[in-house]
């Protein structure tokens, strides 16, 4: 069992940044692969981002790569999502989840826990 609390949403400005975290906690957490997902209003949850357990793995969605950037410290038990450049459009709660299998899997359906998610809004 992994439990997975986000932190570090808020409003910013387009073209702004944000760094959000992903505190982890529960048996062998370091082992698993953790992404990135969002939802928007009225949208279905996407995945954004994912990074293997040893950390030199990532996954980009392409609406994100070159402005986000996934990152993990398993000493300190928590992932990271450096974003960068926003746009309106990245406005949506952002989950972070964690699966026990490979980090190129990107569906929803492929992530075993997820967190309670956390508000990012991007005023233009």
């Known amino acids: 069992q992994v439990q997975l609390v986000e932190s570090g949403g808020g409003l910013v400005q387009a073209g702004g940044s944000l760094r959000l975290s992903c505190a982890a906690s529960g048996r062998a957490y370091s082992s698993y692969a953790m992404g990135w997902f969002r939802q928007a209003p009225g949208q279905e949850r996407e995945f954004v981002a994912a990074v293997a357990w040893t950390g030199s793995v990532t996954y980009y969605a392409d609406s994100v790569k070159g402005r986000f950037t996934i990152s993990r410290d398993n000493a300190k038990n928590t992932v990271y999502l450096q974003m960068a450049r926003l746009k309106s459009e990245d406005t949506a709660v952002y989950y972070c989840?964690?699966?026990?299998?490979?980090?190129?899997?990107?569906?929803?359906?492929?992530?075993?826990?997820w967190g309670q998610g956390t508000q990012v809004t991007v005023s233009s």
């Open positions: 989840a964690a699966r026990s299998g490979p980090v190129s899997v990107t569906s929803t359906q492929g992530y075993h826990y």
